[in-house]
């Protein structure tokens, strides 16, 4: 069984061996460290010259990376933790996303950041939080967030290739969201899924490069009553609360599970709102003005999509504590998905 952590550091080791134009930056990734979470374990063995070792300036390499870019290099810059993001915001919105539209697109940026984000891990309100919202409405960036599922028979729609394809086969600003929960979880297969008919979409970006959707309905059941869209690690909090639904409570849903947040595209959970007619979107970042929250703004505007009933599923609107049973009161729960579901159907 292969984790989310080895398929990201595959990934990577895997990029690097295919073009000596992928670099690595970051603090504390070398061997035997091999980064915080230790996704980027090996690379500086296996390629000693192109892992580079960074101070603690967020914002200084990040525009170093940039520079990179620009300049033909594949730069993937490791931010320890997301919540330091905040740090290179300038150099996000202001500059790396830029510089295709000030150069009349005479220039490419390959560059991919990857950055932990979440909390479930007492590491408190500076450590902990899913900051991914801030950067979803930044013209140029692409936002990724990896699902642990991995169905096609090549398992190329994984977190692995997900990666993988966003290094090599983006020419523009890539922020890839990694929660922490997820490093440990195994990547899934059909075999994992034996409760669901499963489907695969793929959306396409303005540089038709594809990502996947995943659409999983409880096999056998009957229509779907309403449709739940979720990321990240709750994609796997919300896929446990459609079970339980199903075998608890004869409610049955069907999940959706997006891996781009940005640019939107909203086809794969369209189309199954078009038959359910209530949505209900699951993030752990705060509620306010959120991902679920522009997602639902969205889908109602499109005319006769036939959306009845609707509600977002998020974090309290506060500082992620420390202790654990705080945390848990202020991050959504399958429980909460649970209650909400029923009140809704």
Not at 20 to 32: A, K, R, T, Y
Not at 270 to 283: C, K
Request: aromatic share 6%; hydrophobic share 45%.
């Amino acid at each position: 069984m292969t984790t989310v952590l080895e398929a990201l550091n595959c990934a990577l080791l895997a990029a690097m061996d295919a073009d000596e134009n992928v670099i690595l930056l970051g603090e504390d990734i070398l061997d035997p460290y091999g980064g915080a979470f230790k996704v980027t374990r090996g690379c500086s063995e296996a390629h000693p010259d192109r892992v580079i070792l960074t101070p603690i300036s967020e914002a200084g390499l990040a525009g170093i990376a940039s520079g990179m870019a620009l300049r033909g290099l594949r730069p993937v810059l490791e931010i320890m933790f997301g919540d330091f993001t905040t740090l290179l915001a300038d150099q996000i919105i202001n500059h790396m996303t830029k510089f295709r539209w000030m150069y009349n697109d005479s220039v490419d940026l390959p560059l991919v950041i990857r950055t932990p984000m979440g909390g479930r891990r007492g590491y408190g309100p500076t450590h902990s939080q899913s900051l991914e919202k801030l950067y979803l409405g930044v013209p140029g960036l692409t936002v990724l967030a990896p699902v642990s599922l991995a169905i096609l028979p090549a398992g190329r729609d994984g977190p692995g290739p997900l990666l993988q394809q966003a290094i090599l086969g983006t020419n523009s600003p890539v922020l890839f969201i990694e929660n922490k929960l997820q490093y440990l979880q195994t990547v899934s297969g059909l075999s994992d899924l034996s409760e669901f008919d499963v489907r695969v979409e793929f959306s396409a970006d303005d540089t038709a490069k594809l990502y996947p959707i995943y659409r999983l309905t409880i096999k056998g059941a009957p229509e779907p009553k309403i449709t739940l869209a979720a990321y990240g690690a709750m994609a796997d909090l919300t896929r446990e609360a459609v079970i339980r639904l199903a075998y608890e409570k004869e409610i049955f849903s069907e999940l959706v599970l997006p891996t781009r947040l940005a640019p939107f595209r909203l086809e794969g959970i369209l189309d199954s709102v078009g038959h359910t007619g209530a949505l209900l979107t699951v993030e752990e970042g705060t509620r306010t003005l959120g991902w679920g929250a522009e997602v639902l703004a969205r889908v109602s505007e499109i005319p006769g999509i036939g959306l009845k009933r609707s509600a977002r599923i998020a974090a309290q609107d506060l500082p992620v504590p420390a202790s654990p049973v705080l945390e848990a009161s202020v991050l959504p729960q399958v429980d909460t998905i649970i209650e909400q579901v029923q009140k809704m159907v």
